[in-house]
Structure formats: C-alpha cells, structure tokens
C-alpha cells in the first residue's frame, strides 16, 4: 500500500473534482530539472521586478529552483520554476542593452556593486541556456470552478505545494483556499498563476506534496489521527474547561482508550 496522501481516495472522501490541467499555466509534460546547486544566472528581483539581477540556485525540489540573489542576505530567497519567464542565463540581461542590477538590501555601499559583480561571476558556474525550459502559454480564459481541487504554492512557506480547493472566482482572480488550515494560509493570485499546479503535478513532478491540515474532513491520515488524540489529551488534562471544544464538536473522534477524555461533567 502507498504510504501518505492520496488524491484518488481523497476526491472520493471528499465527492470532489479535481480543476482540468488546461485550466493551468503549467507544462503538460514532466520539466527535466537540468540545473545544479550553485549554478548561477539572472533572475528579475522578486521585490524589484524592473531589475536584473545574479542569482545563485541554493536547492532544488522536483523542477523548482531556490534561488537566492547574489549581495543578498539568506531571508528573501524565493522560488522559481525552470520554465519560469523570470530565469535566464547570464549575459541575456547585457544582450538586450540591460545593466544587471544590484539586489533590493544589498549588503554593500552601491559604490562596491561594479567589483562585486565582476567578484561574484568570476570563475562561477553558470547555468547552460538548456537547463532554462520554455515558458508554457497562459489559458485564454479563467476557467477554474468553486470548489475544484489543485495543488498550489503555500506562500508563507514557499518551499511547500498543498492540496487546495479553489474557494472563490473574481473575474481573472482565483481564492486558493487550504484543505485543513482554516484560512490561514489562503490567498488570491491570477488564474494563470505559477504557483497553483493541477492535482497529480507534484507526484509526476518528483515534488513532495504535503498533507491536508488536520482539519481537513473527511479525508484522516494515520498522522492526523494522532495529533487530533493527543490534542485532546491536552485538552482533556487541563481541566479548566467543563466541555472541551474537541469532545463537543459532532465530527470529532472520542478517543475511548483515553481516560483524561472522559467528560469531567
Ligand atoms: N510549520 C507550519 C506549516 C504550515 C503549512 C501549511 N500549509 C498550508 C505550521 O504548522 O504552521
């Protein structure tokens, strides 16, 4: 038996339908990730969009690069696709009569950014023009349905992909809405965002894809059973409530092997 999350199960679980690949901005076929860890090439600043800047890949995950600008520090590193329209190799920026460009916070006095580029390029790997994929075509239209499933980029920890449920439609904006994690982590991007992926991208892709939020009905893991039982040990033990939320909501399981679960009423 497979181990961890499954999409067959959990649209049946959950008599949901998954969102159609062509309502994507996303390649059909699986993106060979040709780059290393260290290479270097130029990516527009994710804080400063009009500039050019070096960049160097600090890991990779499936076909996703983590990126970090040279002359940054290590908290803005962001993610990118191989395919992303955002990545070239280095000297693009110089061919279309650009001046790559020190990064938003750069550490240094601007004055150093002349011989800090030359420093920084000088014997480095750079990555081959193969490595950087065609950026796929935008759907003409948004498409997407309420209530569709899809995996998508959790923008507060951009290093994770999570099953998503499509939880609004505004013209060409999307509500990516979380299954499990009430709200928290929800947002609105274009339908033709690079963060939101159709359901069995991460599994083709050989990206981890992260587990419903255990709030997540009625879909449970063997993981999220444990945690919800130990929440009510806790729960249960404190003692200072007469009804614990988790033993009154109807959903919820009633653990009868744990004897601090017993109602103190
Ligand atoms: N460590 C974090 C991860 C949350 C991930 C949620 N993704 C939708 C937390 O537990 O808050």
Redesign the pocket.
């Known amino acids: 038996e497979k181990q961890g999350f499954s999409w067959d199960q959990y649209l049946i679980a959950n008599k949901a339908v998954a969102a159609s690949i062509t309502y994507f901005k996303q390649a059909h076929d699986p993106l060979k990730n040709e780059f290393s860890k260290d290479m270097k090439l130029e990516a527009n600043d994710p804080r400063n969009n009009t500039s050019s800047c070096i960049a160097t890949v600090i890991d990779m995950q499936g076909p996703r690069l983590r990126l970090r600008l040279d002359g940054s520090d290590d908290k803005n590193d962001f993610w990118r696709l191989v395919d992303s329209g955002d990545l070239h190799p280095v000297g693009y920026c110089e061919e279309h009569k650009g001046m790559l460009q020190p990064p938003l916070g750069f550490r240094m006095n601007s004055s150093s950014w002349p011989g800090f580029l030359q420093k920084t390029l000088n014997g480095a790997l750079l990555a081959p023009a193969h490595c950087f994929k065609k950026e796929p075509q935008k759907p003409s239209k948004n498409e997407f349905q309420v209530g569709q499933k899809l995996e998508a980029v ?1 923008r507060k ?1 951009p290093a ?1 992909i ?1 099953p998503a449920t499509i939880g609004a439609i505004s013209e060409d904006l999307v509500h990516i809405t ?1 299954d499990g ?1 009430r709200g928290a ?1 929800d947002y609105w991007c274009k339908y033709d965002s690079r963060d939101i992926f159709p359901v069995g991208w991460c599994e083709k892709s050989g990206h981890p894809l ?1 587990s419903p ?1 255990i709030k997540a009905t009625p879909y449970k893991s063997k993981i999220s059973s444990r945690v919800t039982s130990e929440l009510s040990i806790s729960v249960g033990g404190g003692s200072a409530h007469s009804g614990s939320p988790s033993a009154s909501s109807p959903g919820s399981q009633k653990s009868p092997i744990n004897p601090l679960a017993s109602p103190a009423s």
Request: charged share 10%.
């Open positions: 959790d920890n994770l999570c979380f994690w982590f992260q939020g």
